[in-house]
């Protein structure tokens, strides 16, 4: 039986906790969250014990950790079960800096402790099964990734003051995505932003809506577009062009359900949020973290996964400031 602490009982921990919860083998022994309601409402739908963070961080009857608090609190809390001797998942990003982020691998690497970043599009189905074909070949050398992703709506105006801007929050999932697709690593980022939206976003300091234009090793083009409005339902799409063929994955509606008529066809609407959308990349993220505990296999996603995709994010919110490309 693994034992898991969870740290941060928000919508996130829940679902992690609830997911652990469900799995044979797996056991959440502890939660903690600085809003004592959320932790104890948790612990009792999970059987689990309400602990400081620094408690379950040090307890031998804890075997690892998932971290699901706020950003600012992730590279100091990855540092802390490292030196514990635990291994961690950690929801993205590790922090906000470059920086920082070095500093808390170099950790990670010197304790040698098994770190999963959760960038949980990896573990979704259909992304998964693009992948597969892309090894196996089935469209031959990789020339243009399109990458939609696109929110129903924007978050609340103080998240976005302190989210470290679009490309760092919304696009970094898919800068993990092309990284996951690609053959090659990315050489040059382009990158304009406006809001369009909603000026507050603006006078934040903040974007809303964004395109992305980025260069591999091997002369294939990414595009990315992103927005914090689209009034049909949460876009998530992502075509491959090879040189034997197209791949593409579609957004996910509420049923398969089609209607045709002689008015025309009548389709369901898109699942409008994230949770739902990706309801089982979340649950097979965390049969992936207690398999990297129980088996010792390496992370499906790994900390330097999560420094390129912050990589590509400092280099695009460069880019949309300067309007230049930038090099890496």
């Known amino acids: 039986m693994i034992r898991f602490g969870i740290l941060g009982c928000g919508r996130i921990g829940q679902v992690h906790a609830r997911t652990l919860h469900r799995l044979r083998g797996a056991r959440v022994a502890a ?18 014990e309400v602990r400081a963070s620094d408690a379950i961080l040090s307890a031998g009857d804890i075997d690892a950790i998932a971290i699901c608090t706020p950003t600012d609190t992730h590279a100091d809390l990855i540092e802390a ?21 070095k500093a808390c691998l170099e950790t990670v690497a010197a304790t040698g402790t098994p770190l999963l970043v ?16 892309l090894t196996a070949g089935r469209i031959g050398r990789i020339e243009q990734i399109m ?46 932003g406006g809001a369009l939206v909603d000026p507050a976003i ?10 992305v234009l980025m260069e591999t090793t091997t002369g294939a083009q990414v595009v990315i577009t992103n927005s914090r409005r689209a009034t049909y339902g949460y876009d998530q799409r992502v075509e491959v062009l090879g040189s034997d063929g197209m791949l593409q994955v579609g957004n ?9 008529t002689s008015s025309g066809f009548e389709h369901p609407v898109l699942l409008d949020f994230f949770m739902v959308r990706y309801k089982d ?3 097979n993220e965390m049969r992936a973290f207690m398999d990297m505990v129980e ?34």
């Open 252 to 260: 996910q509606p509420e049923t398969a359900l089609r209607t045709a």
């Open 147 to 192: 990458i939609t992703s696109r929110d129903p709506g924007p978050p609340p105006l103080d998240y976005i003051k302190r989210s470290g801007g679009q490309f760092r929050d919304m696009t970094i999932h898919d800068f993990d995505m092309a990284r996951f697709l690609l053959d090659g690593p990315i050489t040059r980022v382009l990158a304009v």
């Open 118 to 133: 959760g960038f949980q599009r990896r573990f979704d189905p259909h992304f998964r099964a693009l992948k597969d074909a």
């Open 281 to 283: 990349a979340y649950a």
């Open 202 to 211: 603006g006078s934040a300091g903040d974007t809303d809506t964004a395109t």
């Open 81 to 101: 079960a490292a030196h514990a001797g635990k291994p961690v998942f950690c929801e993205k990003p590790i922090d906000l800096d470059i920086d920082r982020v």
């Open 31 to 48: 939660v903690s969250d600085a809003m004592p309601l959320a932790a104890e409402t948790l612990a009792e739908e999970v059987g689990a």
């Open 295 to 328: 088996t010792g296999a390496p992370p499906p996603v790994s900390g330097q996964d999560g420094l390129e995709a912050l990589r590509l994010a400092d280099a695009a919110d460069r880019s949309a400031r300067s309007g230049a490309w930038v090099v890496l």
